[in-house]
Structures are given as structure tokens and as C-alpha cells.
């Protein structure tokens, strides 16, 4: 009896099971109308983000959850529309494509690769869904350990370190690492995690423009009063698909004797010869101190992320870095599928340079086409239009003709910079991406973006 009274108590009167409950009170009827006030404000700005449901694997072919262009006659669930060929086995891969996926940041189409999904299914099998801990109390496993070694391993670096994102090892790094006595400088566009762990630091703060080596030198010369220096940057940047000049910031740490960081989430896998990344890219793989990277895109895309370089710092990072510290260690499933995905890539570079190649075609077809494609060599492919309404509408269009793409204006790009952003996938077919640039075409056309 006294369960039914607490049940009910808990519940509130005349509250089914499940139902949502809302908060009673003032405080909580004024927090209500602020966050409506707040969300109106949001869609009101058209910077309102939706999310479209996915409802099979991540591939460069997709099925929809409930609405969206692209019907087709697979099966799958009730109201999905369905989107062949998929890699979803329920799905015959004679059916005639249907949406093509270019918005994912799976470089490497590692995200539902067999060995890959294996590899999660045996290390579920073998070591439980996960370790109700977090690292130094009782959840380390022999996986975590192999798995640190293997990305040092691939890196080429001393040793590394796991966290549950690479939000989490940008947040952990720099208030671990510096002092008041310290300065960090930062590229104007690094990522929001970076901006953010910097926020958390008390070091000197320097923010350099965007990729200028002048500016930066500027702030160097001007932190020289600062025990340490440390240059902070990503190593590609995912707005507008270019890359560091690494080989002059790492020239310019050595005339001023600073370190060099780097964020390689959308570089790490695919870019250099090998797919180590930007400093293998530009030849500068022993200047560069610290990585930052992700196993959350082109390494299995399940989640996760690190930082590797000299051991004394991992093992600082271990004792002080607070997203390590105080957050639940990596699901086995998960850090099997990156252990695979590094064996794949540490085996062979023939997926890399199979990106590669798709990236040039399409960047080439789409500037003889009559478009401008920001960056060079990297597989994020924006196609600037500058106007905002047109991104959006030449972006709905595009998915009407079977092509998933998304458009971004301001305030994630400058006012004026709008675009859609194309990610091209190794396990993109090429006529997947003729496809794509004849859509392109077509609607561009249409909407007056081209001739
Ligand atoms: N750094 C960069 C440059 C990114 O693009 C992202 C993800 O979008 C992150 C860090 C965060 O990575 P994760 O998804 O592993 O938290």
C-alpha cells in the first residue's frame, strides 16, 4: 500500500504512466515563458536547426524516417522512406538509388563497415556494454590500454589518452596545461570546443586572424613575456574546407619558441599520404607537440576522441585533465570499432587515397561546372553561394532530386558566406558524385545560382 501512496504522490494527481509532468510553481511558469520567448526568437532569426530522422545506418545512401524526398519501394519500417541502396541489409542493391548522402563526416565510409561492426559486436560480447565507472576508480580495460597505444602508434607520437568526446579533450587540455605564467593563441575560427576549453584556462589569451601568419607572428612576438607559448589551431578547418598552413606556423613556434596544438577531428584518417593527418600532409610530423582528434568521424564514427603526444603530458592529463577525470570511460563496443578502424587504416592506405580521388573528381567537375568551391584538396566540398535564402531553397531542391546536402548561413558562416557544404565519403560511387554535380547543376540553374 505504501508504494501506491509514494507512486501516486511522485506522479501527481490524475498523471498517467509516462505522461509528462510539468513543474508547477511561478518560477517554473516564468522559466517556461522564457524559453518560449527565447525558442521564437531562435525560428524568428531563421537559425532554427531540425534534425531529419534517420532510419538506417550511416552510408552514402540513406533511409528517412517519416518524411523527405526520395521514396522508394524497399521495405523497412512503417512510414520510413526508403533509400537504396543502402548497406542496410534489408534493402536489394539492384533498387535504383534513391538519396545520396553527402553530409555525413564518415571520410572513410568506416561507420558501417563490416570488420568494423564485428569488431563492436565482439567487444560488447567480450567485455559488457560498459564499465559503470570512470577510468582511474575501476573502468579501465586491457581494450582502453591497446587502443591508447595503437592511436600513439599511428600518430607516431609517445603515448595517448581517451576521452568520451574530443569536446571533452579540447576542454581538458588547456586548463591541464597552462598557467597565468602562459599564453595560448588561437586561430579566430577554431572550433567551439577549442574556444571553449580556452575559455576554461587562465592563461594569456591571443586570438590571431584566420590563417594569417602575419597576425600571428604579431601575437608571438607580443607573448614573449609569457613563460610558454602554445599555438592552438584546427588542422582543417570544417566550415570552409581549407587547411592550416602548418609548415609556417610550426616555422614561426621555432623563431619564437612556442608549441604547436592542433585539432585534426576532420583530418586525422584521410589527409597525408598515410592518412595521419595535416602535419603528415605538410611534412612537419615532428613539430607538431600535441594532437587532438576524434574517433567520432572518419574512424568508425561511433564516438570518442584524444590527445596524443609526449608522455610527461598524457600522464599529467591523466592526474588533472577533469573531462578524463570525471566522466565514465569509453563503451567497449565503441573503442572496438576504433581499434578496427585503425587496424584498416594502419594496413593499407588505399581507402585514403580512394577519398582522395573522389574528392578531386568532384571538386573538379562542380569548378568546370561553373561553381566556386572553397578549400582545396579537402574532402568538405562548400559550395559558396553567398545568400542565404538561395542555400537554403537550392538545398531543399537538391534533396527533391535525391541528394542530401545541407545549406549553412549566418551566424555559423559570416553574413554574405552562405553555402551548402558537400562531404564526399570514400565509399561514394562515381556516379554517385556525377549525380551529385548534375543536381548541382540543374539546380543552380533553376535558382539563377549559375548561368
Ligand atoms: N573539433 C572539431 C574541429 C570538430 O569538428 C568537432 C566535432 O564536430 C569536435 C572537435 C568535437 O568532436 P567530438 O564529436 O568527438 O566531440
Avoid at 209 to 237: C, I, N, P, S, Y
Wanted: some cysteine; hydrophobic content about 40%; proline content about 5%.
Amino acid at each position: 500500500m505504501w508504494r501506491v501512496v509514494a507512486v501516486r504522490a511522485l506522479r501527481g494527481p490524475g498523471a498517467g504512466a509516462g505522461a509528462p509532468r510539468a513543474a508547477s510553481g511561478a518560477a517554473a511558469a516564468q522559466l517556461r515563458r522564457r524559453l518560449e520567448s527565447e525558442l521564437e526568437d531562435i525560428r524568428g532569426a531563421g537559425t532554427w536547426k531540425s534534425e531529419r530522422v534517420i532510419a538506417s545506418r550511416q552510408g552514402p545512401h540513406l533511409r528517412l524516417a517519416g518524411g523527405g524526398a526520395g521514396a522508394c519501394g524497399g521495405g523497412g519500417e512503417e512510414g520510413a522512406r526508403c533509400l537504396p541502396p543502402v548497406l542496410c541489409p534489408d534493402f536489394p542493391l539492384s533498387v535504383p538509388a534513391g538519396i545520396i548522402n553527402f553530409c555525413a563526416n564518415n571520410y572513410l565510409g568506416l561507420s558501417s563497415h563490416p570488420e568494423v561492426i564485428r569488431a563492436a559486436v565482439e567487444a560488447l560480447e567480450k567485455f559488457g556494454a560498459g564499465l559503470s565507472s570512470v577510468r582511474f576508480i575501476c573502468g579501465t580495460q586491457s581494450i582502453h590500454k591497446d587502443l591508447e597505444e595503437k592511436i600513439a602508434r599511428f600518430h607516431q607520437r609517445e603515448d595517448a589518452i581517451l576521452y568520451a568526446s574530443c569536446f571533452d579533450a579540447n576542454a581538458g587540455i588547456f586548463e591541464a596545461l597552462l598557467t597565468p605564467e602562459d599564453a595560448v593563441l588561437s586561430d579566430e575560427l577554431n572550433h567551439a570546443s577549442i574556444i571553449d576549453g580556452i575559455r576554461l584556462c587562465k592563461a594569456n589569451k591571443y586570438r590571431y586572424k584566420h590563417m594569417d601568419m602575419q597576425d600571428l607572428e604579431a601575437k608571438l612576438k607580443e607573448a614573449q613575456k609569457h613563460r610558454l607559448r602554445l599555438v592552438a589551431t584546427d588542422g582543417a578547418f570544417s566550415m570552409d574546407g581549407d587547411i592550416a598552413p602548418l609548415r609556417e606556423i610550426c616555422q614561426l613556434a621555432q623563431k619564437y619558441d612556442a608549441l604547436v596544438f592542433i585539432d585534426e577531428c576532420h583530418a586525422t584518417g584521410f589527409l597525408g599520404p598515410n592518412g595521419r593527418g595535416t602535419d603528415e600532409l605538410l611534412g612537419v610530423m615532428d613539430k607538431v607537440t600535441i594532437i587532438n582528434s576524434t574517433l567520432g568521424k572518419a574512424l568508425g564514427g561511433a564516438a570518442g576522441g584524444y590527445t596524443t603526444g609526449p608522455k610527461p603530458l598524457i600522464d599529467l592529463l591523466r592526474q588533472r585533465s577533469r573531462p578524463y577525470l570525471f566522466s565514465n570511460s569509453l563503451p567497449p563496443a565503441v573503442v572496438g570499432c576504433a581499434s578496427k578502424a585503425l587496424d584498416l587504416l594502419m594496413e593499407s592506405n588505399a581507402i585514403a587515397q580512394s577519398m582522395a580521388a573522389k574528392t578531386q573528381r568532384f571538386r573538379s567537375k562542380m569548378t568546370a561546372a561553373g561553381f566556386t568551391i572553397s578549400g582545396k584538396d579537402h574532402p568538405i566540398c562548400p559550395v559558396m553561394l553567398g545568400d542565404a535564402r538561395l542555400a537554403s531553397v537550392m538545398a531543399e531542391d537538391m534533396l527533391n532530386r535525391g541528394i542530401y546536402v545541407i545549406g549553412f548561413s549566418y551566424p555559423v558562416v559570416p553574413k554574405g558566406k552562405a553555402r551548402i557544404r558537400v562531404q564526399i565519403s570514400a565509399v561514394h560511387s562515381d556516379e554517385d558524385i556525377d549525380h551529385c554535380v548534375e543536381a548541382f547543376t540543374e539546380v543552380g540553374r533553376k535558382h539563377g545560382a549559375l548561368p
